[in-house]
Structures are given as structure tokens and as C-alpha cells.
């Protein structure tokens, strides 16, 4: 079945490493309530998330608003750090799921500085996109970011009708993610046939929790 993406969507970090501090500006999800969600910012003297661990510091999200900034500071200089988003708490507790970073901004000692002396970070997300289309199966490729396991860090994808999602389930399908490789692609049956000129949109989600989104994308069926 022939389709057109219509729009893609992916949690948005942009950063900047002035001296011993970062600021890190974010895009949540449209819809998103990303405080209600226990959604967190956390930062790793490293080179890639080390999923599972706790940063230093991490900083929760306050307000419900979709952008917003945090800054980290007293850092050690001339050492690589990285951002990350965590797009929710462990299960059933208040404490920060490092396995859910759907988003990162990293810094390189030496980077890409500027005459006055800001290094601009190097933004990363994860996406999902359909491959191939058919009344009772979908084909998606999806990227998580460097050193996630998708199946041990409980991913999941989703699907609804419509172009817009919500993060408290409503969705036609979900499948939890098999692979432990951080980009691969995943054969999805659905039970409810994909009709032709119909609008659907699949979400990738970090976690375990239905508020655990962190990309979408919405496509359109071609009519017959």
C-alpha cells in the first residue's frame, strides 16, 4: 500500500558549553505534559548515554509548558559531557528511569567554538518511520540513541488513527520492541485492517510507561 508521510516529531535538545556551564534548551512533545509526566534533564562526563545510570546531577522538569531551559554548571573543563532527556519515572515509583533518554546534546573538549568562546553541542533524537505499509502489517525502522537496548529498557511503539496521539494509552496497537540493537526495524501485525486514504501515526516510546513517548510520525494511505 502506497503512503505519504505528513509530519515527524522527536523530542528537541539544543545546547551550549560556556566555560564549566551547559544551557540546554528543550522541545517536548506537542501534547506532551512533560513535569505531570515526571519527565527529567540529567547530564554524563561521557561520550554516549550510559543507560541505567544516574547522572549528576539530574534536573526534573518544572511546568508543564512544551519548551523550556536548564542549566548545568561547575563542571570540570576540557572533558566530554552529555544531556540527556529522560522521558519518565520507573514504574510505579518517583525515581528517574535512566533507561528512558530519548534525546541527547553532547560536548566535546575542542568542539565547535566560536570566536567567543561557545562550544555548540551536537544534538541527537530518536525517530521512527514506516517502511512498508499493508492492510494487516506494518514494517518500521526505528534509532534510538548510541548504547540503548530497546527490548531490556522496555520500548515500545504504537499506533493510532489520526494524526495526534496521547500519552496516557488510546492507542490501536502497541507492540513492545524485540530488538536489543538501538536502530533496527520491526514487523507490526495489526488486528484492525489499515484502511486505504486513512491518516494513522506511529510513536516510539523510550520506556515502559504509555507516557514514555519521545517520536512520532504520521502518515497517509493512499486511496485505491
Known sequence: MDFKITQQEGIQLVGKLVGSTVSVDYTAMLYEQPADNGCFLSIWQDTQIPF???GDPTNSIIGNERTGSQVFDQLTTNVPYIVGWGAGNTAGTSKPNYGSIGASVSFTPGGDEDSGGIVTGV???VSITPALVSANSIVATFDSLDG???SENGNWIGL???STIDFDGGYLEKWDVTSTNNSDSQGLNV????????????????GPNKSDIVARVTFKTSGY
Open 52 to 54: 541505567g545510570k544516574a
Open 123 to 125: 544534538s541527537d533524537q
Open 148 to 150: 540503548n537496548n530497546p
Open 160 to 162: 493510532w488513527q489520526g
Open 191 to 206: 488486528t484492525q485492517a489499515i484502511r486505504s486514504g486513512s491518516t494513522y501515526t506511529l510513536a516510539y516510546a523510550s
